[in-house]
């Protein structure tokens, strides 16, 4: 029996199972939300429990139900393929390690309470959101849901002068940035019509035909209005709402926020920020931009001399390049003189933003399989990040005292000593992060740098990419800098006091996690890659 | 005869088993139980018991020596005795030609050494149980040893050159880790300066001195490659060579040919096409540099000088390490590459001639030596110029043969110094011993089998291996230059009077006469544990019956029985002596066609031959040239008895200076007035000094004060730490950018943005906006 039109149309329009795993996360916020409202004076371990099962089963869905590839739903509001897949288990990985991290890191600053869990949450549905958007709108809508949470968990220590600081700074320069998105998605709009991504990159006809003309001469005068304002728009369109995600990403210039709010945060909220929000805005920017760039090809394929779409192209990699290198560079020199060991970690945040910038600017030039490659390389890089980014933090709120105390470098001295596996962890980490073998951030690194080397064979393009790959691994050389001073700090300086720091449970578990998938990954990145592949070779339009 | 019995017990053992034959993949459980055991021993052994350690550590290469019977058994039922030969994976791939597999070679030449290996591996393990007893770091000691024996093995059963080199320069490290092992040692105090202690700065003289024999490896390998890679030479010869090799290899493709696999060089070089010559000049060169590397691992002159340092290590280690195996790697190596050696001459001149002077050297400095293990030493050096002999005159089998009886009465003589040192609370100076058969009867026994097999008297292992490298020695003409082979047997016999000598001188200052400490004092010494004596029993009586797996061709009634070891031996090398001995008892009936190629079968040689006193010569039809008026058996039957004649004669010179009781000479104390030659030889012709002075001490001064202190400092550091500088003074100034005030950070967006919207415009993707100016619409 052939299911019915309107079956049909629901099956196409409302398919809740692409939501799915939003749903399951969202419920879980509100869930944790009653109970905190109705248990009182007990431990939030409970709640943390909930959250996780919550993200767990979410997490369930995502990898083993996941619908099949390239299916788009709700009006192709949204469309789960597998790259929104591997985005989406980066979102409710980073949530998961995140929640174990704070579990017993929240009573110390004593800030435990029952929002902190549901916000975690509702900040990985906006990001799940992100992953999965495949429209402007909601992509606007997710990194707000995200924003939203992420400015109150900023200021979740009311009590504390520097994190009121961080979540007021994060949210008038959030608005800011956010203002130019919207009104970045407006300019797009009015120019083409359309929010919906899949529609805008198979709408050259949609562009071409606002203007109506067939014969176009660029030198000619007001005859070309239309198309000309059309164009204007779109391109001042993509400008603004490049400068939104940039901002979500933390890249040089509009990265200024990022040192001030993530050390004001509590440390488990400045990690989250550090790796989810990221990848999820990198999912978003590449889930836009490399599309314009397929739009830009079907102009070409049109045989249409349509010069400037053409040319944004080159234009747009040309931003993303000089964009790269300077958050590369700024973030690693910035890291070079701290001495606090949380802001060391939010600048080096920001070259790692840099790097995986990289990756980006490269598949702009690049088609087909390379293509693939490079954004593979930048997913894979995410998910590797999360982990040894994530694992870092968690060894800096091991060491905390409540305050600052404990972030400082010099607390790290002779950790070796007397707790020789939290060092030999917070070592893994910082190699991983340093890109030395045989850790995930190498092997990261690794994909990155040599898909810049094979774009640089790109007739026209090796002084671009080659210079890129050698100022990335100038940029690494320089990190190893400052990621081998904790190093240098817990093995070869003898302590002048102990510190005490517990090993407590769910704390250890999270760090372990990480240990394990830092190393995993450096061993065997084979298996994870070709996830990352997947994803890559999803996202593109046949 | 003991063929046909091992024969018989393995098919029984094989039908009792009631399966097949072992198959090629299981070959890695060889190598697999000492690297387990190592990685055991090196995480968990500090808190494993020690007497566990011991047996476990010991029990694992005992599983490997049984796994290499198997396989031994194995290859004698197996029809054709064929090789196991293993491929697991390709280990390095680089483009079409280069294709290194990661494979193993169990053939005629591997089985024998692994056997060895593992064998005396095993006895010396059991040894070490006892004599490591009260040291604190035992669990690190078997850690190492298993390192040791998996690296050799390595180096013995991998299947091309580069895993040779592999294991080669694996039993290095373990060998300097070994030397060095009681690198905080008190032994040594005087020794000790800003360069570290006796032992260590010991450990690192063997690796130094290792490293430029391995360069030399190095370098015989690369022109390997080079000469014989279709990659770097496509001549027609080569590819014609390619191509017979791929039809006697059974390949289908000359891409799957890789000249850095043995069989598959060896394969090349034999498939050479008639008609044309092999590169001998280049061929030369490659034995050269493959020697200077067998010289480094093999203390041959000149590079000699790590060995007798290298006796700072554990006495163990000196029987296993510096005795009975990683210093005949050399040989080995030699006798593995011997399809080379056999088309270059003049490189066997070299080896022959550099194993006989390294023969006689080292025996003389033997003679004055008043440390027993350094004597043993001098003796190990000494005896591995013999088997250089050997390999230098083309009987790579007997080379091979004389390896391993040094490997059984060598490693007994060393653990019974061991045995010795113990007992007598760690001196080693034999002018303190005296009089101990007494007090160590077992050693006693053991230790006087052991050196009177290395004197080389009838009857025992070293003077069947011996003398039949010395008759070789007499044979060898190259380029028909008999007076060199002539030259090689007087250096080796002189050899032989001079081992004979102070084999005896040592026996007598320690077990003979009178104890020259109180034997009150004596009495309440500790004797050596049960392991350490069983050890030393096994090893004797290897030491007794070892020779008779070979017994000289003459012994036997048919002229051709007996050689069984060297027969065996030759499914692999190409023993040029062999083969002549071979068509002059045939009739020349069984003629290689190599033997055209071969310099001694040229026609210049008989003319220089006819006035040998010795033999009457007889031309061989094919131009071959032996001696043969006299038969064969009839000159080796006086050859060893001359060979008898000189062992005698040293034996009994010692005898007469030190082993008569009551009036045997003891060496003069330190500082005693010596004669000069005396002095000379007690100092070991100050060669440690000379190098010291020429080499040592100048590249240290050119280090010290060019390299470091001049390039390091002023170029290379202030470089590095200017640039160090420069980068934090960059961060330093970005970081006063970060202000902390929201305006500011609103205007640096802004900024970002406006010179986003400005690149765009000089692009030129953005035009002023025209149509505002012109007015809106048509």
């Given at each position: 029996?052939?299911p019915?039109?309107i079956?049909?149309?629901l099956?196409?329009n409302?398919?809740?199972q692409?939501v799915?795993p939003l749903i399951?996360?969202?419920?879980?916020?509100?869930l944790?939300l009653l109970?905190?409202a109705?248990?009182?004076g007990?431990?939030?371990?409970?709640?943390?429990?909930?959250?996780?099962v919550?993200?767990?089963?979410?997490?369930?869905?995502?990898?083993?139900?996941?619908?099949g590839?390239?299916?788009?739903?709700?009006?192709?509001m949204?469309?789960?393929?597998?790259?929104?897949?591997?985005?989406?288990?980066?979102a409710?990985?980073?949530g998961?390690?995140?929640?174990?991290l704070?579990?017993n890191?929240?009573?110390?600053?004593?800030?435990?309470?029952g929002?902190?869990?549901?916000l975690?949450l509702?900040?990985?549905c906006?990001?799940i959101?992100m992953?999965?958007?495949?429209d402007?709108?909601v992509?606007?809508?997710?990194?707000?849901?995200?924003?939203?949470?992420?400015?109150?968990?900023?200021?979740?220590?009311v009590?504390?002068?520097?994190?009121n600081e961080?979540s007021?700074k994060?949210?008038?320069?959030g608005?800011f940035?956010?203002?130019f998105l919207l009104?970045?998605?407006?300019?797009?709009?009015?120019?083409?019509?359309?929010?919906?991504?899949e529609a805008?990159i198979?709408?050259?006809?949609v562009?071409?035909?606002?203007?109506?003309?067939k014969?176009y001469q660029?030198?000619t005068g007001?005859?070309q209005f239309?198309?000309t304002?059309a164009?204007?728009?779109?391109?001042?369109?993509v400008a603004?709402?490049?400068l939104g995600?940039?901002?979500?990403i933390?890249?040089?210039?509009?990265?200024?926020?990022?040192?001030d709010?993530?050390?004001?945060?509590p440390?488990s909220?400045t990690g989250?920020m550090?790796?989810?929000?990221?990848?999820?805005a990198?999912?978003?920017l590449i889930?836009v931009f490399?599309g314009?760039?397929?739009?830009?090809?079907?102009y070409s394929?049109?045989?249409?001399a349509?010069?400037?779409?053409m040319?944004l192209?080159?234009?747009?990699l040309?931003?993303i390049w000089?964009v790269?290198v300077?958050?590369?560079?700024?973030?690693?020199?910035s890291?070079l003189?701290?001495?606090?060991?949380?802001r060391?970690l939010?600048?080096?945040?920001?070259?790692?933003a840099?790097?995986?910038?990289?990756g980006?600017?490269?598949?702009?030039?690049l088609?087909g399989?390379?293509?693939?490659?490079a954004v593979?390389?930048?997913?894979?890089?995410l998910l590797a990040?999360?982990?040894?980014?994530l694992?870092?933090?968690?060894?800096?709120i091991?060491m905390?005292?409540g305050n600052d105390?404990?972030e400082?470098?010099?607390?790290y001295?002779?950790?070796a000593?007397?707790r020789?596996?939290v060092?030999?962890a917070?070592?893994?980490f910082?190699?991983?992060l340093?890109?030395?073998?045989?850790?995930a951030?190498?092997v990261g690194?690794f994909y990155?740098?040599?898909?810049?080397?094979s774009?640089g064979?790109?007739?026209g393009y090796g002084?671009?990419?080659?210079?890129?790959a050698?100022?990335?691994?100038l940029?690494?050389?320089?990190?190893?800098?400052?990621?081998?001073y904790p190093?240098r700090?817990m093995?070869?300086v003898?302590?002048?006091r102990?510190?005490?720091?517990?090993?407590?449970?769910?704390m250890?578990?999270?760090i372990?996690i990480?240990t394990?998938?830092?190393?995993?990954?450096?061993v065997?990145?084979?298996?994870f890659?070709s996830?990352?592949?997947?994803?890559?070779?999803a996202?593109f339009f046949? | 005869?003991?063929?046909?019995?091992?024969?018989?017990?393995?098919?029984?053992?094989?039908t009792?088993?009631g399966?097949?034959?072992?198959?090629g993949r299981?070959?890695?459980?060889?190598?697999?139980?000492?690297?387990?055991?190592?990685?055991?021993?090196?995480?968990?052994?500090?808190?494993?018991?020690?007497e566990t350690?011991?047996?476990?550590?010991?029990?694992a290469i005992g599983?490997s020596?049984i796994f290499?019977?198997?396989f031994f058994?194995?290859?004698?039922?197996r029809?054709?005795?064929?090789a196991?030969?293993?491929?697991?994976?390709t280990?390095?791939?680089?483009g079409?030609?280069?294709?290194?597999?990661?494979?193993l070679r169990f053939?005629h030449?591997?089985?024998?050494m692994a056997?060895?290996?593992?064998g005396?591996s095993?006895?010396?393990?059991?040894y070490?149980i006892?004599?490591?007893?009260?040291?604190?770091?035992?669990?690190?000691?078997f850690?190492?040893l298993?390192?040791?024996v998996?690296?050799?093995?390595?180096l013995?059963l991998?299947?091309n050159?580069?895993?040779?080199f592999?294991?080669?320069?694996?039993?290095g490290l373990?060998s300097?880790?070994?030397?060095?092992?009681?690198y905080d040692?008190r032994?040594h105090?005087a020794e000790?300066?800003?360069?570290?202690?006796?032992?260590?700065?010991?450990?690192?003289?063997a690796?130094?001195?290792?490293?430029?024999?391995?360069?030399g490896?190095?370098?015989?390998?690369?022109?390997?490659?080079?000469?014989f890679s279709l990659?770097?030479n496509?001549?027609?010869e080569?590819?014609?060579?390619?191509?017979?090799?791929?039809?006697?290899?059974h390949?289908?493709?000359?891409?799957?040919i890789t000249?850095l696999?043995?069989?598959?060089l060896?394969?090349?070089?034999?498939?050479?096409?008639e008609?044309?010559?092999?590169p001998?000049?280049v061929l030369?060169?490659i034995?050269?540099?493959?020697f200077?590397?067998?010289a480094?691992?093999?203390a041959q002159?000149?590079?000699?000088?790590?060995?007798p340092?290298?006796?700072?290590g554990p006495?163990?280690?000196?029987?296993l390490?510096h005795?009975a195996?990683?210093?005949?790697?050399?040989?080995?190596?030699?006798?593995r590459?011997?399809?080379i050696?056999v088309?270059?001459?003049?490189?066997?001149?070299v080896?022959?001639?550099?194993?006989?002077?390294t023969a006689?050297f080292?025996?003389?400095?033997?003679l004055?030596?008043?440390?027993?293990?350094?004597?043993?030493?001098y003796?190990?050096?000494s005896?591995?110029g013999y088997?250089?002999i050997?390999v230098?005159?083309g009987?790579?089998?007997?080379?091979?043969?004389?390896l391993?009886?040094?490997a059984?009465?060598?490693?007994c003589?060393f653990?019974g110094?061991?045995?010795?040192?113990d007992f007598?609370?760690?001196?080693?100076?034999?002018?303190?011993y005296?009089?101990?058969?007494?007090?160590?009867?077992i050693?006693h026994?053991?230790?006087?089998?052991?050196a009177?097999?290395i004197?080389g008297?009838?009857f025992?292992?070293?003077?069947y291996?011996?003398?039949?490298i010395l008759?070789k020695?007499f044979?060898?003409?190259?380029?028909?230059?008999?007076?060199?082979?002539?030259a090689?047997?007087?250096?080796?016999?002189?050899?032989?009077i001079l081992?004979?000598?102070?084999m005896?001188?040592?026996?007598a200052l320690?077990?003979?006469?009178?104890?020259?400490i109180?034997?009150?004092?004596?009495a309440?010494?500790?004797k050596?544990?049960?392991?350490?004596?069983?050890?030393?029993v096994i090893l004797?009586?290897?030491?007794?019956i070892?020779g008779?797996i070979n017994?000289?061709a003459w012994?036997?009634?048919?002229?051709?029985?007996?050689q069984y070891?060297?027969?065996?031996?030759?499914?692999?090398?190409k023993?040029?002596v062999?083969?002549?001995?071979?068509?002059?008892q045939h009739?020349g009936a069984?003629?290689?066609?190599?033997?055209?190629?071969?310099e001694?079968?040229?026609?210049?040689?008989?003319?220089?031959?006819?006035?040998?006193k010795?033999?009457?010569?007889?031309?061989?039809?094919?131009?071959s040239e032996?001696?043969?008026?006299?038969?064969?058996g009839?000159?080796?039957f006086l050859?060893?008895?001359l060979?008898?004649?000189?062992?005698?004669?040293?034996v009994a010179a010692?005898?007469?200076?030190y082993?008569?009781?009551?009036?045997?000479?003891v060496?003069p104390?330190?500082?005693?007035?010596?004669?000069?030659?005396?002095a000379m030889?007690?100092?070991?012709?100050?060669?440690?000094?000379?190098y010291?002075?020429t080499?040592?001490?100048?590249?240290h001064?050119?280090?010290?004060?060019?390299?470091?202190?001049?390039?390091?400092?002023?170029i290379?550091?202030a470089f590095?730490?200017?640039l160090?500088?420069?980068t934090?003074?960059?961060?330093?100034?970005?970081r006063r950018?970060?202000?902390?005030?929201?305006p500011?950070?609103?205007?640096?967006?802004?900024a970002g943005?406006?010179?986003?919207?400005?690149?765009?415009f000089?692009?030129g993707?953005?035009?002023?906006?025209t149509?505002f100016?012109?007015?809106?619409g048509?």
């Open positions: 029996m052939n019915s039109g079956q049909l149309f099956k196409q409302f398919d809740i692409t799915m399951v996360v969202a419920a879980t916020a509100l944790v109970l905190e109705t248990i009182r007990k431990s939030r371990t409970f709640l943390t429990a909930v959250s996780l919550g993200l767990g089963v979410a997490l369930l869905l995502t990898l083993f139900n996941f619908p590839a390239k299916q788009s739903s709700f009006y192709g949204v469309r789960t393929d597998a790259f929104a897949q591997f985005f989406t288990v980066i409710l990985a980073a998961s390690l995140t929640l174990l704070s579990a890191y929240l009573p110390k600053i004593k800030s435990d309470t929002e902190f869990h549901a975690v509702l900040a990985v906006g990001m959101l992953a999965i958007g495949n402007l709108i992509l606007f809508l997710g990194i707000e849901t995200m924003s939203i949470a992420m400015y109150i968990l900023c200021g979740i220590r009590d504390a002068e520097k994190s961080s007021l994060y949210l008038l320069l608005a940035a956010s203002a009104f970045g998605i407006a300019l797009i709009y009015g120019a083409t019509g359309t929010t919906n991504i805008l198979n709408s050259g006809g562009l071409y035909g606002i203007s109506g003309i014969e660029w030198d007001a005859y239309a198309e304002a164009q204007y728009f779109f391109i001042l369109g603004f709402v490049f995600f940039a901002f979500k933390g890249a040089v210039p509009f990265h200024m926020w990022t040192p709010v993530y050390q004001g945060a440390t909220v989250f550090a790796v989810g929000v990221k990848a999820a990198f999912a978003a889930r490399l314009i760039v397929d739009f830009g090809d079907l394929s049109n045989a249409i349509y010069q400037p779409l040319d192209k080159d234009v747009l040309g931003v000089l790269a300077l958050t590369m560079t700024l973030g690693n020199l890291a003189i701290q001495t606090n060991l949380k060391m939010a600048f080096s945040s920001i070259a790692h840099g790097y995986a910038l990289v980006v600017s490269v598949a702009l030039r088609s399989d390379d293509r693939d490659a593979g390389a930048v997913m894979f890089y990040y999360m982990f040894m980014n694992g870092a933090f968690g060894v800096v091991m905390n005292r105390e404990g400082h470098l010099h607390d001295n002779g950790l000593s007397y020789p596996l060092a030999a917070m070592a893994v910082m190699f991983s340093a890109g030395i073998p045989p850790t951030g190498f690194k990155i740098f040599s898909a810049a080397v774009a064979t790109v007739e002084l671009y990419f080659y210079s890129l050698i100022i990335g691994v940029n690494s050389i320089i990190s190893v800098y400052y990621y081998l190093l700090n093995y070869f003898s302590a002048e102990e510190h005490k720091v517990e090993l407590r449970p769910l250890s578990a999270s372990l990480s394990i998938f830092v190393l995993w990954i450096g065997m990145p084979k298996g890659l996830r990352a592949l997947e994803g890559a070779k996202l046949g | 005869m003991p063929l046909e019995l091992l024969q018989l017990a393995a098919t029984a053992s094989q009792a088993a399966s097949g034959l072992p198959t299981m070959l890695i459980w060889i190598l697999l139980f000492p690297l387990i055991g190592m990685t055991i021993w090196g995480i968990l052994g500090k808190r494993l018991r020690r350690v011991g047996t476990l550590a010991s029990l599983l020596f290499s019977l198997g058994l194995a290859m004698l039922v029809e054709g005795h064929g196991y030969t293993y491929t697991y994976y280990w390095i791939a680089a079409k030609w280069f294709s290194i597999p990661f494979g053939d030449l591997s089985a024998v056997l060895v290996v593992t005396v095993t006895v010396i393990h059991i070490s006892g004599y490591m007893r009260h040291d604190h770091a035992y669990w690190r000691f850690c190492y298993n390192l040791f998996f690296f050799m093995l390595m013995v991998g299947d050159l580069l895993m040779m592999v294991g080669w320069e694996g039993v373990c300097y880790l070994l030397i060095g092992f009681w040692d032994n105090p000790t300066n800003e360069q570290g202690t006796g032992n260590a700065i010991a450990g690192k003289k690796f130094i001195v290792n490293r430029i024999g391995d360069f490896f190095v370098l015989g390998i690369f022109f390997i490659f080079v000469t990659m770097t496509d001549s027609a080569l590819q014609k060579a390619y191509a017979g090799a791929a039809k006697q290899l390949v289908t493709d000359v891409e799957q000249p696999k043995f069989s598959h060896k394969a090349i070089i034999e498939s050479w096409p008609g044309s010559h092999l001998v000049m030369t060169l034995g050269i540099f493959l200077v590397g067998a480094g691992k093999s002159i000149p590079l000699y000088v790590w060995l340092d290298a006796m700072a006495t163990p280690v000196s029987a390490i005795a195996t990683m210093v005949t790697a050399g040989v080995y190596m030699v006798a590459m011997s399809f050696y088309e270059a001459p003049t490189a066997m001149m080896v022959a001639g550099i194993g006989a002077l006689l080292a025996a003389t400095i033997g004055a030596q008043n440390d027993i293990k350094k004597v043993l030493a003796s190990t050096v005896q591995l088997m250089f050997a230098g005159v009987a790579y089998a007997f080379g091979i043969f004389h391993m009886t040094h059984f009465f060598k490693a003589l653990l110094s061991g045995a010795v040192i007598m609370h760690h001196k080693q100076d034999i002018r303190g005296g009089g101990l058969r007494k007090y160590l009867p050693t026994i053991t230790w006087v089998i052991a009177y097999a004197a008297l009838p025992l292992s070293g003077f291996s011996k003398d039949a008759e020695a044979e060898f003409a190259p380029h028909g230059m008999h007076w060199f082979g002539y090689v047997f007087g250096m080796g016999l002189a050899g032989a081992t004979a000598f102070y005896t001188r040592v026996t320690t077990f003979w006469g009178t104890p020259r109180p034997e009150e004092k004596l309440t010494f500790k050596p544990p049960g392991t350490m004596k069983a050890a030393l004797a009586f290897l030491a007794i070892g008779y017994i000289p012994w036997s009634s048919d002229h051709k029985g007996g070891f060297v027969t065996w031996v030759q499914h692999w090398t023993d040029k062999a083969e002549e001995r071979h068509f002059v009739g069984a003629h290689d066609e190599k033997a055209g190629h071969d001694k079968a040229g026609d210049d040689g008989k003319a220089q031959n006819d006035g040998d010795e033999a009457a010569e007889k031309p061989h039809k094919e131009g032996v001696h043969e008026g006299m038969s064969l009839m000159l080796a050859l060893t008895l060979s008898v004649g000189v062992a005698v004669i040293g010692g005898m007469a200076k082993g008569v009781k009551k009036t045997g000479a060496p104390a330190e500082g005693e007035k010596l004669t000069p030659l005396h030889i007690k100092n070991k012709y100050w060669i440690d000094e000379l010291e002075g080499l040592v001490d100048p590249i001064a050119g280090s010290k004060y060019v390299l470091w202190q001049g390039i390091d400092v002023f290379i550091d590095v730490d200017g160090a500088w420069f934090l003074r960059i961060g330093a100034w970005v950018l970060q202000t902390g005030l929201i500011v950070y609103v205007i640096f967006m802004v943005l406006v010179a986003m919207l400005i690149y765009f000089a692009y993707i953005l035009e002023m906006p149509f100016i012109k007015g809106g048509k």
